[in-house]
């Protein structure tokens, strides 16, 4: 079993199924994707639903380091509007978001990056956790922590993680494609 069989045309359709799951890049890149997803559409969007996390969460390893700070800031960057709409003047998490990039680059220190991750940590240990609230302290943690932006995408009702997480794919998918 492996990324080999998802290429061959003669593939076992629940055979490439399963491997799609597990290599879905190469699994869209196969001859087999638009037939089989032609023939069965929303079995590709279950498939998605269903590995959505797994998917981010690995093939983000396939990133480089640099590159994926600068997915973290992005991820990060999408979720900060629910912060700054519950804490309009704190800056800690867009700072901090600022300065990943800057690191990411190489135009900031790792000590500049610990002191901004710092103060969004401490921005997010401050939000109070009314229902908006919860998305706001992810928004700060995400700002800070590099596995906050690529674990569950936020604490908010299931809809709102599932659009986050969508989101996070279709954005990681960017970067590996190198399109970013």
């Known amino acids: 079993m492996s990324i080999e069989q998802l290429q061959d045309p003669e593939c076992p359709v629940e055979l490439w199924w399963e491997q799609a799951a597990l290599f879905p890049l190469e699994a869209q890149q196969?001859?087999?994707y638009p037939l089989l997803t032609l023939e069965d559409?929303?079995?590709?969007?279950?498939?998605?639903?269903?590995?959505i996390s797994f998917w981010v969460d690995?093939?983000?390893?396939?990133?480089?380091?640099?590159?994926q700070h600068l997915f973290a800031a992005?991820?990060?960057?999408?979720?900060?509007?629910?912060?700054?709409r519950v804490y309009p003047k704190d800056t800690r998490p867009r700072e901090a978001i600022r300065v990943r990039r800057l690191f990411a680059r190489r135009k900031a220190t790792?000590?500049?990056?610990?002191r901004a991750v710092t103060a969004a940590i401490d921005a997010a240990n401050n939000v109070s956790?009314?229902?908006e609230s919860a998305v706001a302290s992810y928004a700060a943690t995400a700002a800070s922590h590099l596995d906050w932006c690529m674990a569950n995408a936020t604490d908010a009702?299931?809809?709102?993680?599932?659009a986050e997480?969508?989101?996070?794919?279709?954005?990681?998918?960017e970067y590996l494609r190198g399109n970013l």
Not at 165 to 173: G, P
Request: net charge positive; hydrophobic share 50%; glycine share 2%.
């Open 110 to 114: 790792k000590e500049a990056l610990a």
């Open 30 to 32: 196969s001859i087999l």
């Open 41 to 51: 559409p929303a079995r590709w969007a279950q498939m998605e639903a269903d590995n």
């Open 129 to 131: 956790f009314a229902s």
């Open 157 to 162: 009702a299931g809809e709102a993680s599932r």
């Open 165 to 173: 997480r969508q989101w996070q794919w279709r954005r990681l998918q």
């Open 74 to 84: 992005d991820c990060a960057e999408h979720v900060l509007a629910v912060f700054e």
């Open 58 to 67: 690995q093939l983000v390893r396939r990133l480089s380091v640099s590159a």
